[in-house]
């Protein structure tokens, strides 16, 4: 059962269900942006963390020592996937989404959209108890039908990209449950 909404720190609640990051979004609004810790303490993140992938040129510069929403999101992105993926292999996965970090002319789907499909797809999959590839294939083809307008160009590569980012989300979770069971019997 999830708890906390994907890549972050805050508590699951059905608010969040169809749109994720409205969660986080009147926060960056109230505040025009996030510092360092209030970020840190959102995403369960050490600061040297998110301040290292901005240094590797994953996630772009804050303005002013806070950080926007594009900003925001890329992190809560990458820290979904960190559990089972190489980050490496996350930045690859974004570049291949979304190009170029600081240029949005080439995004095939912006950020907090990507966020909130793939958010929807995870709670579904989790109410209906069931990761099988083709219905996550299934409802990912579903979410982009039904939010054609967000996408840009190439929905394809997008099913792929979001059919691997899925994917990477369950088995950290699957992951981390069987640490917890590895601790129980203290191997």
């Not at 291949?96 to 600081?102: A, F, L, P, Q, T």
Request: hydrophobic share 40%.
């Amino acid at each position: 059962m999830i708890k906390t909404i994907p890549g972050t720190a805050i508590n699951f609640s059905e608010q969040g269900r169809y749109t994720a990051f409205s969660l986080v979004s009147p926060i960056l609004e109230a505040t025009g942006g996030l510092t360092l810790s209030q970020l840190s303490k959102l995403t369960a993140l050490e600061g040297s963390t998110i301040q290292n992938w901005i240094k590797r040129g994953w996630v772009s510069s804050p303005k002013s020592k806070k950080y926007s929403e594009k900003q925001v999101i890329r992190i809560i992105l990458i820290n979904m996937l960190k559990g089972v993926m190489k980050l490496e292999q996350i930045a690859n996965l974004m570049t291949y989404i979304n190009g170029d970090v600081e240029d949005t002319s080439d995004d095939i789907i912006d950020d907090v959209s990507l966020y909130n499909i793939l958010c929807r797809i995870i709670f579904t999959a989790e109410d209906k108890g069931a990761f099988e590839p083709e219905m996550i294939r299934e409802l990912i083809q579903r979410e982009l039908t039904e939010c054609a307008s967000d996408v840009h160009s190439d929905s394809d590569k997008l099913c792929n990209a979001m059919y691997v980012m899925v994917m990477a989300y369950r088995s950290a979770y699957l992951k981390s449950e069987m640490e917890k069971g590895l601790a129980e019997i203290n191997l």
